[in-house]
């Protein structure tokens, strides 16, 4: 995959697609009648400032790229207005914000509106990408989150230009194959989540080179129905039920399931909760989160553990009666001299709520990408650096 150190920049206009899918919080009218939104969790933004401030210091130009939600066509709620001040803020710098292809001024740091307000991005135009290409000279990806899109800014562009990949996506790629390829061992999985179909192939990449596989999250409860098991009201998909059987006929003992559980009557932090002691739940009630027992026997493996790699959480970590099962893994995974990676999305949020962020190895910016690089799959906005 070609870097930073492969491409000459100086004094030209480097197109840069960045991840800049920042939250924001609600909506609120200004006395002007606009809406105003402040950015509610800025850590998309700081991360790509190292590749940004390389690049100014070697004298480019800077366009930038970037998408923020799901618009259907120019929604001003979806506009990156505040994401342009906010990183005005933090490089220091004048950012212009760009309101159409047609018309984008000059300047030494310039975003682009929302990638997509255009028609074409999702669907990897080869037409808007020639409009990409002919406003810069040079082309750099560094948006992970967004490299398993073959998008108009993600993919074809890169083929249009001199292209590389900035220092965010660089060492993204670098630290999850090197976990796969050369882990310290034991190479530990813990993986979490709603729903088992959506890791089905990421487990199914850890049975061939992982030691210890710890599942936790409503994922679990396909596993305990396809074995006889009492589920109750708790959210267990059908289509997991398959998959759920041919993945404990593999794993064997490296397959670690709780062996107690948190349940809650209803999904809300005011509900009567009960701790169960084993995992089959009652009728009328749900689980959400994994037991004592079973959290600190995961955390026991996580701290013994040579590689880390987390994905998921074990509960609904975001109501607070149902948190300490992803507690105990977060702080296991923070207290852990193993290398750690936590492979965005939930668990980087539940890292960041617990205030452990700052003390693993590596937190990735992308949840999906990092999923799909596990499973073995290409990456598209990464195939087109290396063609």
């Known amino acids: 995959m070609r870097t930073l150190d492969d491409l000459e920049v100086d004094g030209k206009r480097v197109l840069v697609r960045v991840d800049f899918n920042v939250p924001l919080d609600a909506q609120e009218a200004s006395p002007a009648g606009t809406n105003d939104q402040v950015i509610a969790d800025d850590a998309r933004i700081r991360a790509a400032l190292p590749t940004l401030k390389e690049l ?26 505040p994401v342009a001040q906010r990183l005005e803020e933090l ?7 760009a309101t159409s292809l047609d018309e984008v001024p000059v300047g030494d740091v310039v975003m682009l509106e929302n990638v997509r307000f255009e028609p074409g991005e999702t669907d990897n135009d080869p037409e808007l990408a020639q409009r990409y290409a002919a406003l810069a000279d040079a082309y750099v990806n ?144 749900m689980g959400l989160d994994i037991g004592r027992r ?5 955390a026991e493996v996580i701290r013994d553990a040579g590689t880390v790699f987390w994905n998921g959480p074990m509960g609904a970590f975001e109501l607070e009666p149902f948190a300490a099962g992803t507690r105990a893994v977060a702080e296991a995974v923070a207290e852990s001299s193993a290398v750690s990676v936590v492979g965005g999305g939930d668990s980087a949020a539940a890292m960041k709520e617990f205030g452990l962020a700052d003390r693993v190895t590596h937190l990735s910016t992308g ?21």
Request: proline content about 5%; aromatic content about 4%; glycine content about 14%.
């Open 91 to 97: 490089l220091g710098e004048p950012v212009v914000l």
């Open 56 to 81: 100014r210091g070697k004298g480019a130009r800077l366009l930038l790229a970037a998408h923020l939600g799901r618009p259907k066509g120019r929604e001003d709620k979806f506009s990156l207005r």
């Open 142 to 285: 560094d948006a992970f989150g967004a490299a398993h899109r073959a998008h108009a800014s993600t993919e074809a562009v890169a083929h249009l230009l001199p292209s590389a990949a900035g220092r965010l996506l660089e060492g993204e790629v670098a630290t999850l194959t090197s976990i796969l390829r050369d882990p310290q061992r034991p190479l530990v999985a813990v993986l979490g989540g709603a729903k088992v179909t959506d890791k089905i192939g990421v487990i199914e990449a850890f049975l061939q080179r992982a030691d210890r596989i710890l599942v936790g999250g409503a994922m679990c409860f396909p596993f305990f129905k396809s074995r006889g098991g009492d589920v109750g009201d708790s959210l267990c998909e059908e289509e997991g039920l398959e998959p759920a059987r041919r993945i404990l006929a593999a794993g064997g003992e490296k397959l670690r399931l709780p062996t107690d559980l948190v349940a809650g009557r209803e999904f809300a932090a005011d509900t009567e909760t009960r701790a169960l002691d084993g995992v089959d739940v009652p009728d009328g009630w």
């Open 294 to 298: 079973s959290a600190a026997g995961y």
């Open 367 to 387: 949840g999906g990408a990092a999923l799909e690089l596990i499973e073995g799959k290409s990456l598209p906005g990464v195939e087109a650096l290396t063609a």
